[in-house]
């Protein structure tokens, strides 16, 4: 479902039923960009919950490549998720 944001203002209480009865995001536009999306708490818990595992295996593997390079140069697995959360900040 795409609405834009002037809808959405009108009739939020039904978008949010929507996400969080019948599972359909609504995805929001503004100037005919899309901007938002609103969905149920469990889904986007599920899809942070998928990404951090994703996230987790990636640096995992990175790692593994590092030491199996040596140790000069090498960042702990801690060093490396703090320069990325820095980086997405």
Known sequence: ????????RS???????RA???EIPTIITRRGK???????IQEYR??????ENVEEAWLNRLADEAESEGTVGAVSLEEM??????RQG
């Open 1 to 8: 479902m795409v609405e834009s944001m002037a809808d959405v």
């Open 11 to 17: 009739h939020l209480a039904d978008v949010i039923d």
């Open 20 to 22: 969080s009865r019948e």
């Open 34 to 40: 899309q901007e938002a999306v609103v969905l149920d």
């Open 46 to 51: 599920r899809l942070r919950e998928i990404a």
């Open 81 to 86: 998720a703090a320069l990325l959360r820095d």
